[in-house]
């Protein structure tokens, strides 16, 4: 589903504290993805939309936490289409969002 666990509220937490941080530095992508052969919810959403409710989640996780409305430059859902590195296209790990975190041209992370 488009539902975080609380751990993942807690990695979402976590993140969007590191991130928020650096709000001219980082930019924000969030992809969502499923594994192949799971049973539709209904004739009307399918892995399409569920994939993008759940970058979605994301999304607003990140939002909720401090991230700026602004870093946030991609959401999309990838149904089944693209499944984890070395993982079948069945297995349940493939049920995920891929955040991807760009460095903006021009800048160098502060030395912590």
């Given at each position: 589903?488009?539902?975080?666990?609380?751990?993942?509220?807690?990695?979402?937490?976590?993140?969007?504290?590191?991130?928020?941080?650096?709000?001219?530095?980082?930019?924000?992508?969030?992809?969502?993805?499923?594994?192949?052969?799971?049973?539709?919810?209904?004739?009307?959403?399918?892995d399409w939309e569920m994939t993008a409710d759940r970058?979605?989640?994301?999304?607003?996780?990140?939002?909720?936490?401090?991230?700026a409305a602004e870093q946030i430059k991609k959401v999309?859902?990838?149904?089944?289409?693209?499944?984890?590195?070395?993982?079948?296209?069945?297995?349940?790990?493939?049920?995920r969002v891929t955040v991807l975190l760009k460095i903006?041209?021009?800048?160098?992370?502060?030395?912590?």
């Amino acid at each position: 589903s488009a539902e975080f666990t609380d751990y993942g509220k807690w990695v979402f937490s976590t993140l969007a504290w590191q991130v928020s941080r650096y709000p001219s530095d980082f930019s924000v992508e969030l992809e969502g993805h499923t594994e192949r052969g799971r049973p539709q919810k209904s004739e009307n959403y399918s892995d399409w939309e569920m994939t993008a409710d759940r970058a979605n989640a994301a999304r607003r996780e990140l939002l909720r936490h401090g991230v700026a409305a602004e870093q946030i430059k991609k959401v999309a859902g990838y149904a089944d289409t693209q499944p984890a590195q070395d993982r079948k296209p069945e297995d349940p790990s493939n049920r995920r969002v891929t955040v991807l975190l760009k460095i903006r041209a021009g800048n160098r992370l502060p030395s912590s």
